[in-house]
């Protein structure tokens, strides 16, 4: 049996890999500095053993090959010993393209936002249409309990990201894959310590644009002016574009304002009324796209529409995780101000006047560096109050931003003192949206006891 050992095994991408070598029978270990849940949670339920931090002697030679994830670099520990010791070595990206993808139907899911959801749902939708598909999501789905699996069915889903491949491979992970269907989401600046500017992101995504066969199919944000410029470099591929315009191929039309119910059409013939738990006009565009993704390959969306009212999405995806003194509580990955705002949208049109409080981790590469500044304060306009997490290593001043701060605002250097800020701010009918992309030391669960403790 081989044994391969995962560098960074603890990513949502790299842990996917992971459960997905566990089920073609492959001896897994890895390591990560970086372990907590819902991951760490998925790789002890696979028997895969973890060894914490990066070490020159973290990879033993008995290992047949190992993969590194994006996050490490050159002078990392681990990476120099098995560069020294001339082991095998492979990206994960390109280690699911030669160990999974041959064979398969390939439906990738790209964007800056969305990704994640929209991969869940393509997949539920796939599912419940009798396909059994493989996927591999950047988070551990609710109805699946993990975050990858191999599938019987000839369908495989997998998040498309635009960050860099590893470090010896500077093209974004998503070249790889070579899909069939690609669905395009939206199309931002971020991960800006990698991209220079919006302009080198649209390159890659035509780098993805330039692997969908013909006989393949390109599902586009018709609202996203930056991807009809990627498209407008070439194209070689139908084009179905989705959105609110119902002159679009794939239209919504909202029956509820939070997104909770919408029609579906299709070039204009109406297919069906969504009816989920999931909130936001962002969602209701990522529920148009799996369905017009999955129409590619086949499946009629009336067949499917009804699996959706009992879809339950991704973990830290507006998870609600308690409630207590009339306070409900929710993780969340919003990590972008325009994720920000979208899920707080969706949040403030369910809730109506009820006070939204806002906890925040600015944690993502960009966040840290300062290329979201400008925008985060405006993003947050719909919540009443904030308390950023400004920890001592970041590296802009938190003043600015808390001032532009529409309700009331404060920073706090750790953990401890936002639970305390919280303690003092929040009261009974409040909503409290935690949001990191990192594991926030534990934050909404340790305020959700502090709450139940009071």
Not at 25 to 50: F, K, N
Not at 157 to 179: G, I, L, M, N
């Amino acid at each position: 049996m081989s044994t391969i050992h995962i560098l960074g095994i603890a990513g949502t991408f790299m842990g996917g890999v992971a459960a997905l070598a566990r089920e073609q029978g492959l001896t897994v270990r890895g390591s990560d500095q970086a372990i907590y849940p819902p991951m760490s949670t998925q790789l002890e339920q696979l028997g895969i053993t973890l060894d914490p931090g990066y070490r020159a002697d973290s990879v033993g030679t008995d290992c047949d090959e190992v993969v590194v994830g994006n996050a490490l670099s050159r002078g990392n520990p681990a990476v120099e010993a098995v560069l020294d010791a001339g082991q095998r070595y492979i990206s994960g990206a390109q280690w699911l393209s030669e160990q999974v993808l041959p064979g398969r139907d390939t439906l990738a899911v790209a964007g800056t936002h969305g990704k994640t959801t929209t991969t869940t749902i393509l997949t539920w939708l796939l599912q419940a249409a009798g396909r059994e598909p493989g996927f591999l999501i950047g988070g551990v789905a609710e109805d699946f309990g993990v975050s990858a699996r191999l599938g019987s069915g000839r369908e495989f889903v997998v998040e498309a990201d635009e960050y860099d491949t590893a470090f010896f491979d500077k093209r974004s992970k998503f070249v790889h894959y070579r899909p069939l269907v690609a669905i395009l989401n939206n199309l931002e600046f971020d991960h800006a310590d990698i991209f220079p500017d919006v302009v080198a992101i649209q390159r890659q995504f035509h780098h993805l644009v330039r692997t969908v066969p013909a006989r393949g199919r390109l599902i586009v944000n018709g609202e996203d002016a930056r991807l009809a410029e990627v498209l407008a470099m070439g194209c070689w591929t139908p084009v179905e574009r989705f959105g609110f315009d119902p002159a679009l191929e794939w239209s919504a039309a909202l029956v509820h304002a939070d997104g909770s119910r919408f029609r579906v059409a299709h070039r204009g013939v109406d297919v069906g009324e969504v009816q989920w738990s999931l909130l936001g006009r962002h969602n209701v565009l990522n529920g148009l796209a799996a369905l017009a993704a999955a129409h590619a390959v086949g499946v009629e969306p009336a067949q499917v529409i009804p699996a959706l009212a009992t879809f339950r999405s991704v973990k830290r995806r507006m998870e609600v995780i308690g409630s207590a003194d009339g306070v409900t509580v929710y993780d969340d990955f919003a990590h972008h101000p325009t994720a920000i705002h979208t899920t707080l949208e969706g949040l403030r049109a369910k809730v109506g006047d009820a006070r939204i409080v806002v906890a925040m981790e600015p944690r993502s590469n960009s966040m840290r560096l300062g290329a979201h500044a400008q925008a985060l304060a405006p993003s947050l306009d719909l919540a009443d109050a904030v308390v950023f997490l400004h920890r001592p290593e970041l590296a802009w001043d938190a003043a600015a931003v808390i001032a532009a701060v529409r309700g009331d605002a404060h920073a706090v250097p750790d953990t401890d003192a936002l639970l305390a800020q919280l303690g003092r701010v929040v009261a009974p009918g409040d909503h409290v949206v935690f949001m990191s992309n990192g594991g926030f030391d534990g934050a909404p669960r340790r305020f959700l006891a502090q709450l139940q403790a009071s």
